[in-house]
Nanobody, 123 residues
Framework: QVMLAESGGGLAQAGGSLNLSCVAS????????GGWYRQVPGKQRELVAT???????NYADFVKGRFTISRDNARNTIFLQMNNLETEDTAVYYC?????????????????WGQGTQVTVSS
């Protein structure tokens, strides 16, 4: 069973920083894709940043140059370093891990989610 546990959310002032962590069990981040998403009430969950199994990184345009995703394989943990925070970054941030199942010729994607951690940025 895959379990993801986020930590590091909280309150920050605009221009400040926070560092989110996500520890995984039942899955190896070094062998699977991981990432961070966020959601505000009334809106769809959106991608923030991903780190592929091979280390390739991808960022949403609205966080490029401000946020950095990284991974520690020994600790089976991914991080999201958030700098120069803006009030628009206020959201619940979710850790994500992706696994795949093969059934015959079809490949199925499984998304696993943490419980989420609240990030609130004040002006």
């Amino acid at each position: 069973q895959v379990m993801l546990a986020e930590s590091g959310g909280g309150l920050a002032q605009a221009g400040g920083s926070l560092n989110l962590s996500c520890v995984a069990s039942g899955i190896a981040f070094g062998a699977n894709d991981g990432g961070w998403y966020r959601q505000v009430p009334g809106k769809q969950r959106e991608l923030v940043a991903t780190i592929r199994y091979d280390g390739r990184l991808n960022y949403a345009d609205f966080v490029k140059g401000r946020f950095t995703i990284s991974r520690d394989n020994a600790r089976n943990t991914i991080f999201l370093q958030m700098n120069n925070l803006e009030t628009e970054d206020t959201a619940v941030y979710y850790c994500n891990a992706v696994t795949w199942n093969n059934k015959g010729w079809t490949r199925y994607r499984n998304d696993h989610w943490g419980q989420g951690t609240q990030v609130t940025v004040s002006s």
